[in-house]
Each structure stands twice: as C-alpha cells, then as structure tokens.
C-alpha cells in the first residue's frame, strides 16, 4: 500500500532541510550581511485600545500612570489663566528663600491663583527657608502650578497653567500603583 504525503509538507520538509544544511557547516546566510533590526517593536493590538502602536508594556505603563495624564486645555483656557501664572510666578520671586509657614504660603498664594486658600495644593519642605515647594490650584480643568527650587546660590521660580490630572488634582501624583 502506498502512502500519500501532502504536497505542503513535502515542501516544508524540504525548506527545513535546506535552512538546516548550512548551520555549523559554513554554508548558508553570511553572517556580515545580517543587518540588527531597528525601529519600532512591532504592535501588540489590545481589544478596545483603538491604538495599534501601543505594546503590552506601554500600556501597562499607561494603565498604571493613566491618572497623572493631565486633561486637555484649548489655547482659550490657557490664555485665559496665563496672567494668574504671572502673578503666581510673582508671589514666589517674593516668597523664595524667606520663612514661611504653609499657612502663610496657601494665604499669599491663592488670590494670584483665583481660588480660595484651603483649595491650593502644597507640596515641599517648611521649617526653614522657603526653597522647595510646590503649588497648584484652579477651576474646572483649568490650573495654576508654581514652584520654588534650589538652585544654589539662589531659588530657582516657575509657574505655569496646566491641565488638571484626571484623578482630579492639579499637582501631578509622585508615584505609580
């Protein structure tokens, strides 16, 4: 009795002999002719991410650090806080490298910003000179962020209008989950 072999794994035996023949014994692929791949990693397609680019690791990035993402501002609504930046910037100049309690600083802080003082988010150091902290405050989606640093010999000031978070902070979160 005869036995049949399909023509497809006929042929495939035959490439997997042939790619074979050449390992170890010098024959097959020049190995200076094998360029390293670049770019991108190909794309891993999640159901429902609508993004085909985004690889399993992105977005278990994304997932974890989603909340931090600032929501979305027009040029309308930054322009429109622009000048409570301004003056925000100008209360810090003031503030920076002088003794300061949070209390003092929410107080000085929040009418540059437009928002009430228990509503200013503070992050930094007090009990000495003001030279590390951090304020945000705002309405809507719209905020106000400021910040002191060291920079010897002296503070370094910026403020900036920015998109609140979308855990609904104006001062990002410093760590993941």
Known sequence: ??????????????????GCAGV?????????SVRPVTGEPSAVRSPGSGDPTMDAERR????????RREMEL????????????????AVLDGLAGTKVTEDRLRDAVAPAMGVEPRSVEVR???GGLLKSV??????GKVCVNG???????RSVVSAEVAGRTM????LPGLGGH
Do not use: W
């Not at 429109?80 to 930046?85: D, M």
């Open 74 to 89: 027009t040029d309308d609504e930054r322009g429109a806080a622009a000048g409570k930046a301004q003056a925000l910037k």
């Open 124 to 126: 930094g150091e007090f």
């Open 24 to 32: 170890g014994t010098g024959g097959g692929v020049d190995p200076r």
């Open 134 to 139: 951090e304020v945000g405050g705002g309405t």
């Open 147 to 153: 910040r002191i640093g060291s920079a010897p010999p």
């Open 167 to 170: 855990d609904g902070t104006c």
């Open 60 to 67: 278990k990035y994304e997932e974890n650090h989603g909340y």
């Open 1 to 18: 009795m005869r036995t049949r072999v399909p023509v497809t794994a006929a042929v495939l035996v035959g490439l997997l002999a042939s």
